[in-house]
């Protein structure tokens, strides 16, 4: 399966501190990021309200090449805000961690399942193509994760994303964690952060174990030590996947564009 | 600090300060002397300098913690003054003779450095090599190598040599962390690791030593004895030093890293900080800053407001949010502290 990149800058990278984007703002690097070839746009959360929910909207209207995503918590209120926007794909973000379920939740997995059924529904019951997010995975138990991916899979999900919230996994983990996955046949995809210098090295190590999407943002903006850089991952998968080709000059062109608009240097 | 793991001993070794003077060699070398020692408690327990280094730094430095790097042979008699730890000469042709004249000195361990990008190349290195006084064969380079290749190198070096193990990759594709993570960890793990503080290192860079340390404590949760406190004050010497910039995005060291504004993640921080951060920043000599801007929620807008000392109703939160959120996109940054007094009505 050729690997297909997802872009968070709008949404991860822009949760960098010190980082605001209007409306405008947002359809322009849209618009840059499409004209790169990227498979999905992440364009942001929609529940924020205001003119976050007005720029998704409006970028979902553009009638871009890649498909656009919206991200959201297990929550059919929030989800909703995502419905009005008229995205491509509604990513619904899953807490998967003992910590992320009991200490920020207080709640139980039997609960997370359920939760997750419900949203999944609603979203599809719209028309939706849902993706989910196993929120902080690397902290969490494989048998959960497993669960997660099932119930995923007979909610006809199209893809589970692996998130590795504060960026502890190491490439030796990643690999192992996406061989068991895979076993529940459904397709999976990385995030990772670089909190420890490895988002690259995770995200490849994922993919070389058979993960098809990646997740990345533009110069790696994004909270803490930030996310997988689009242009150094594309510089590390050179001649290691057939048929994945992507222009360096062009990206780095495109992103000394994304980072002006960003006010970013 | 010396990786303990299982039993086994992993020695880093930092080349930190050859690349410095690369590039900046008009450094007060007090200044030098007092980055090198705080190098060793940051972690390094080897440091390698050359003839040059030691003339700078006027030779008032332990030479048990340091390799000496041999680049001609006018460095030998060096040798013959300073016990140093080992001596580290390069693989190539023209070396053949220093090598020869390097083994008569042989109360000194030799490490024979070899650089490569491919392992046919690094096999006709390695071909017309007399191991015999060869104590550890450093590879350096390989920047596209990863985990398990890595660690099958290591083997074939170790079964077909019978030396020690030095790896040294090279980061042109941000796999060097990783790398040298990874062996430390691994069954069949190298003799020494050599990085370098913020990874410098020409123009592809090493494994930086401060990520390698902080892997290894928190995802590896190895004992390690180094005062990792000290990263940020090492990070501030190494700014000063070498007028160099540290992005605030780098990993472990870099300024900002423990700035937040997301209100999910702030919300969550308020509640639990692991949520949302793998350690304590003051575990790296750094702080937490919540910080309000367009992605703040009302929680952190309420927590941050008591901090300065004011009160406000629930009711009238949804404004504030609203206001902080036009604001910041105007601005393209979070808000300072007076920006949200001031929108709050002073």
Known sequence: MRLKIIDTTLRDGEQQAGLALGIDEKIAVAELLDSLGVFQIEAGIPAMGGDEKKSIEKIACLNLKSRISAWNRMSIKDISHSVDCGVDIIHISVPSSDLHIRTKLSKNEEWVLEEMRKCIRFAKENGFIVNVGMEDASRARMDFLVRICETAKDEDVEMVRYADTVGVLNPVRIAADIANLKRTGIELGIHAHNDFGMAIANTLAAVRAGAGFADCTVSGIGERAGNCDFYDLIHATEGMLPGFKYNKKVIKEKQRGILKILDYC | ?346
């Open chain 2, 1 to 346: 600090m010396s990786v303990n793991v299982d039993g086994k001993k992993v020695l880093l070794i930092d080349r930190t300060i050859p690349e410095i003077l690369k590039c900046n060699t008009k450094i007060e070398p007090q200044l030098l002397l007092a980055f090198a020692n705080h190098l060793h408690l940051a972690g390094a327990d080897l440091i390698e300098i050359d003839r040059s280094i030691l003339d700078y730094l006027g030779y008032d430095i332990d030479p048990r913690r340091l390799i000496f790097r041999i680049k001609g042979q006018e460095d030998l008699e060096v040798l013959e003054s300073y016990k140093f730890a080992y001596s580290l000469v390069g693989c190539k042709p023209c070396n053949g003779h220093l090598l020869q004249c390097l083994k008569h000195h042989n109360h000194v361990p030799i490490i024979l450095e070899i650089e490569s990008e491919e392992l046919a190349c690094l096999s006709d290195c390695l071909k017309g090599v007399d191991f015999d006084g060869i104590d550890t064969i450093r590879l350096q380079g390989l920047n596209k190598y990863q985990i398990p290749e890595w660690i099958e190198l290591i083997s074939w070096i170790r079964d077909n040599f019978k030396v020690k193990t030095d790896v040294c990759p090279g980061n042109l594709f941000h796999l060097a962390v990783a790398a040298v993570y990874e062996l430390i960890l691994s069954t069949n793990r190298p003799d020494f690791a050599t990085v370098s503080f913020t990874g410098i290192g020409g123009s592809q860079g090493y494994a930086a030593l401060e990520e390698v340390v902080m892997a290894l404590k928190i995802i590896g949760r190895v004992e390690v004895t180094a005062e990792t406190r000290i990263f940020s004050d090492l990070s501030h010497r190494y700014k000063n030093i070498c007028n160099f910039s540290i992005s605030q995005r780098k990993p472990v060291i870099g300024k900002n890293i423990f700035r937040v504004e997301s209100g999910i993640h702030a919300d969550g921080l308020i509640k639990n900080p692991l949520l949302y951060e793998a350690y304590e920043p003051e575990m790296v000599g750094l702080k937490r800053d919540v910080v309000i801007g367009k992605h703040s929620g009302t929680s952190a807008i309420g927590e941050k407001l008591r901090q300065l000392g004011r009160e406000e109703k629930k009711e009238s939160m949804s404004i504030i949010l609203e206001k902080i959120r036009r604001r910041s996109i105007q601005l393209k940054r979070n808000l300072e502290d007076y920006e949200l007094l001031n929108m709050c009505g002073g």
